[in-house]
């Protein structure tokens, strides 16, 4: 039986369900048959020499988690610097927002080469590896070049932008071919898949073989839409949870007299949070029956504060959300309470469920798993409104939600009305729909169906758990 190997920027502990639902899943997986879990060991060592850094094995169950330290410079060129400010910018459609400085892309070819030599001689000559998202793209092509041949799969959990707009991307080229060192590439849309194969076609000349076969420099790839979902499982059991239920109740009573809207996201630019609070300042100018009674919490939590375009984003929500409280706000009410933290995860059902409508409103989003979470925590009985973003790769699936643009003040403000004002019967069938795609393409769906059209044996997915 094969062996999977799960390659990813960052490593969870499979076995603490706080880590949430893609490391439980993929945690899951490797533990049926035993696995190995390679990434970053999230040190950063101040005076490492670069493209160096010390390997560390540790079990977890059934699970071997190996791990790389990296050099500061490596850190902040790989990471900060190429990952985060140049292809999540880039990838999300922001290319103003991208800081094209040469040297980063250095530090990124380096930190894949260092996994690539760091994680070859722990692979066995069956073993099926599994390489997640943006910070590892040409790690396949740099395994390739040191002579490995097991299959390698790919998944990108943000979005792919146009072939125009990649191609401002001064290393595409090169980026993209290094996507051929791949068996599999797995997108979360179809709008994805579009994009990189009108980039296959028209710039990196390949031929189209039919079922999502690409080929080009003696190999072929194929790439295909596997959206992740949550676990829903899990998920519902976390909102049976005491946690979860004083959450709910606790809130119910604070709002009582209140219709309540709820955001949570990491405070990214790409979520739209700004955007957001326009449209909610919006309902308020134009449905002033809302006031003294809408009131929108926003929960945001910390994330990339050392990237110059996220203390930027920070600034301009305090600034935001300060004048509405200012503008709007009575003794006895306050339009919208930000915070700007995580909150525990056990928490996380019982704060959806409270809310009336829950607002996700990316600008552009890979798949955004708080979409499916808003959904399952509702009371069916009695459920809330999702209203979705048509730019979050989740809108593909959840049609029965509002779909709105975040670009469109008005329109998200009359979305909102309308999800405040909607009938009961009416959010009863939406949900009950919402709930029966979600539950169909849960995330162990999506490692099935991933990791099947890799050619993992049936035995290794359905193998029984680890105890
Ligand atoms: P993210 O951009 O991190 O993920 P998302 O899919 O929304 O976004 O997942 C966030 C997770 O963190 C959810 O489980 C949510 O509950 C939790 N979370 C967010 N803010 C929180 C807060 N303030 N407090 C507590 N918990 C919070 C990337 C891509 C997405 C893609 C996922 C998975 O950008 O598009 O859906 O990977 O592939």
Redesign the pocket.
Known sequence: MSRLVVVSNRLADPRRPAA???AVALGDTLNRTGGLWFGWSGTVTPDGEPGEGRLQTRQAGRVTLATVDLAAEDFASYYQGYSNSVLWPVFHYRLDLADFRTDYVEGYRRVNRLFARKLLPLLHDDDVIWVHDYHLIPLAAELRALGCRQRIGFFL??PVPPPLILAALPQHEWLMRSLFAYDLVGL?SQADVAHVRRYMLNEAGAEERGEGRFAAQGREVRVGAFP?G?DVQEFERLGRAPDAVQTYEAMRQEYSRRQLLLG???L?Y?KGIPQRVRAFRELLERYPENEHSATLVM???PSRDDVHAYSDLRQELEGLCGAINGDFGDLDWMPLRYIH?????RR?PGLCRAARVGLVTPLR??????AK?YVVAQDAQDPGVLVLSRF??AAEQLKEALLVNPYDTQGMAEAIQTALRMPLAERQQRHAQLMERIRQHDVHWWRRSFLGALGVQDEVLTAPRAA
Not at 341 to 345: D, F, G, I, N, Q
Not at 365 to 370: F, I, K, Q, R, S
């Open positions: 949430g639902g893609l959990h943000i979360q992740i949550i949570i996201d990491r990214d790409s929960i945001a939590s933290r995580t909150v525990a995860r996380v989003d890979g798949m955004n798993l708080v979470e979050a790769g």
